[in-house]
């Protein structure tokens, strides 16, 4: 069965720290792999998505960053985070060459202060 | 551009009673599929129904099922005799066939009241 890690549960990070967020997924191959951001009683942001190692699309301009070094590995991270970048920060995977539902991790919340 | 709208920002139900969740949206796409997701306290996000565009029945899945009306582009959900596990916020997300994304709605938070 396939199943997806996400860590850490939770970070407090200050201003201006480096961020690197983690996401591996098991018994699949050559997923799709995406990273979404969830404000507080908000819906899902879309953030970045892969459908391939390399392979990134960026969805919305900010101060992150992704990449995938692996084909079931999903790095989400900033150089010098904001304030706004808190927030819960959720990774997913579905299955690669057809739209099937998406799978999620258990999710990060980060706090920047 | 597509679209996931969610009208109700909260709904309340009793215990045993039936509610339903709406959710319209907007794609240039003819294939597509359409989700709704439940988000407990926890925040894991987990798929509760599924449904592909071109079935004109309407899928089920035990107490939950869905009216899906393509021509309105209006996907709502049912729950049938509501659980106190069934509180949770309640998300629609539609995909596109053509690539690879899901799109969210802001979400329905469910109370179930015993």
């Known amino acids: 069965s396939q199943t997806i890690h996400q860590w850490p549960a939770t970070l407090v990070q200050p201003v201006g720290s480096p961020l690197s967020l983690e996401c591996t997924v098991e018994g699949t191959s050559n997923p799709n792999l995406y990273w979404y951001r969830q404000a507080a009683g908000r819906g899902l942001q879309l953030l970045f998505y892969s459908v391939g190692i390399g392979q990134i699309s960026s969805e919305v301009p900010q101060n992150l960053s992704a990449s995938r070094p692996q084909d079931r590995q999903f790095i989400l991270s900033s150089k010098k985070l904001l304030l706004s970048d808190s927030g819960f920060y959720l990774c997913?995977?579905?299955?690669?060459?057809?739209?099937?539902?998406?799978?999620f991790g258990q999710g990060t919340r980060l706090t920047v202060v | 551009a597509q679209t996931v709208t969610q009208s109700q920002p909260e709904m309340s139900v009793q215990e045993a009673e039936t509610v339903t969740l709406s959710c319209t949206y907007d794609?240039?796409?003819?294939?597509?599929?359409l989700f709704w997701y439940k988000q407990p306290p926890s925040r894991q996000m987990i798929l509760v129904i599924r449904?592909?565009?071109?079935?004109?029945q309407n899928a089920t899945e035990n107490r939950f099922s869905v009216n899906f009306q393509k021509a309105a582009k209006s996907f709502s959900l049912k729950i049938s005799d509501s659980q106190l596990g069934d509180a949770a916020m309640y998300f629609c997300?539609?995909?596109?066939?053509?690539?690879?994304?899901?799109?969210f709605g802001e979400g329905t938070q469910l109370t179930v009241n015993p």
């Open positions: 794609t240039s796409e003819s294939d597509y599929y």
């Open positions: 449904q592909e565009a071109y079935k004109q």
């Open positions: 997300a539609l995909g596109e066939t053509s690539g690879s994304r899901l799109t």
């Open positions: 997913a995977w579905s299955r690669g060459n057809t739209n099937t539902e998406a799978f």
